[in-house]
């Protein structure tokens, strides 16, 4: 048995294979045809069209023949592809090349006849060839017919892969249509964010300084003239002016860091009474001035991994909010706990509620409207902007539940253990609050 030598130019060769997409697919009818109309003329029971890859074959069609691969080394049509004719075995039992090959002894395989498929640029891509357990002889007009078929099998790949290329172009494009499509809806949230966050410094921070200047001036000028309770509620009132103002800038700051991508987030293990501990000392004056109730409550042991910062940002922001839309009389329920492999966080209160329409769009960029409080606190939306960005940094989610009129329950869903580092969410969430 002696296996056909490599052509010179095999790696070109293999190459020039791959381009036509068709090695290792499927038959089909176009190709049978030709299969079938060559084993007729031949007088052969058996025809294919073969694709020789790197080690092996592939059999696009086969006409009576079971199988649909074979080894290249030990195969005919190694040797035929290598010539421009036609190559021609009438008895392989008589021939050298062949006579001890497993086909032969095993397979009762006589003849063989096959032409090699030229590729448009002269590579020998494959074989069409014919088959028989008989010697045989072929006349000069089945030796023609092979070489017609081959060239009627090499039409049909080069159509086939003009087809082919043009697909994987299409797809191309449609990527790139795509990733613009991408491109251009992120400038457009970033748009937003841009024009919301002039909108919030040109108003909501412009508005807060203009009263505390005006009180200021106030004071400086007739402080003289004031009595101690129009003092005690102008200083009051600056107080709550500035604190206001300073949250805001604390919301201002986290939210372009988080536009910027510059945020930096630094998972350590958490214990969440100690998280719930610093929260309630920050807003609790807040709503015994307001008369609202505020309750934390958590397992004593109860841990979480994640960024302190984010964390404490997010469930404040959330409680923030609670009081700002609980009227006075009312009272807010903050409780931690672990279900499911998730730690939960829960921020209800009984205030005002929401509507459908309100809560589906809550987290939504185009729907970032700002609504004043029971007490006529304003607002800019960027606590729960932020709130959803930094849970999605923990792998985590937020959901509102809510009845108008009955209150809303806020539920951050985070994983008691986060896998793998978290991406930067998507930009540009802003809420109605």
């Not at 809510?402 to 540009?428: D, Q």
């Amino acid at each position: 048995m002696l296996p056909a030598p490599l052509p010179q130019n095999e790696h070109e060769r293999l190459a020039e294979l791959a381009s036509y997409g068709i090695f290792g697919t499927a038959p089909e009818e176009d190709y049978d045809q030709i299969s079938r109309m060559l084993a007729a003329i031949c007088g052969t029971p058996t025809a294919i069209i073969s694709l020789v890859g790197q080690d092996e074959l592939w059999f696009k069609s086969r006409i009576n023949y079971d199988a649909n691969r074979g080894p290249r080394n030990i195969s005919f049509c190694g040797h035929a592809m290598l010539g421009q004719g036609v190559f021609v075995v009438e008895d392989a039992t008589q021939d050298p090349r062949f006579a001890d090959n497993p086909a032969v002894v095993e397979g009762g395989m006589r003849f063989y006849a096959g032409a090699p498929l030229l590729s448009e640029s002269g590579y020998p891509i494959g074989t069409i060839c014919t088959i028989d357990t008989q010697p045989r002889q072929l006349n000069s007009l089945q030796i023609e017919a092979i070489q017609l078929f081959a060239r009627q099998v090499m039409a049909h790949l080069s159509l086939r892969r003009a087809n082919y290329q043009l697909q994987q172009q299409a797809d191309e494009l449609m990527g790139r249509t795509k990733k613009l499509e991408q491109q251009a809806d992120e400038l457009r949230q970033l748009n937003l964010s841009k024009d919301r966050f002039f909108s919030i410094i040109a108003h909501d921070l412009k508005a807060p300084f203009q009263g505390i200047l005006g009180f200021a001036e106030l004071l400086d000028t007739d402080i003289d003239d004031m009595s101690s309770t129009e003092i005690r509620n102008i200083a009051s009132y600056l107080h709550d002016t500035a604190d206001g103002a300073f949250k805001l800038l604390d919301n201002l700051l986290h939210w372009s860091l988080v536009e910027s991508g510059k945020i930096v987030y630094t998972p350590r293990t958490l214990v969440v009474e100690t998280l719930f501990d610093l929260i309630e000392g920050s807003l609790s004056g807040v709503a015994r001035h307001k008369q609202v109730a505020l309750q934390f409550s958590c397992e004593h042991d109860l841990s979480i991994y994640g960024d302190e910062n984010m964390l404490r940002s997010a469930i404040r922001n959330l409680v923030s909010n609670a009081i700002k839309f609980t009227p006075a009389g009312g009272h807010i329920d903050v409780r931690a706990y672990a279900a499911q492999g998730q730690i939960l966080f829960e921020v209800k209160d009984s205030g005002i509620g929401m509507t459908p329409m309100q809560m589906a769009h809550v987290f939504e960029t185009e729907h970032h409207h700002s609504t004043l409080g029971t007490s006529g606190e304003s607002g800019t939306g960027l606590g729960l902007m932020l709130c959803k960005q930094f849970v999605q940094y923990h792998q985590g989610d937020i959901q509102v539940t809510s009845t108008l009129g009955e209150g809303a329950t806020f539920t951050i869903r985070i994983p008691a253990v986060v896998s793998i580092a978290p991406t930067r969410p998507s930009p540009a969430i802003v809420s109605k609050a």
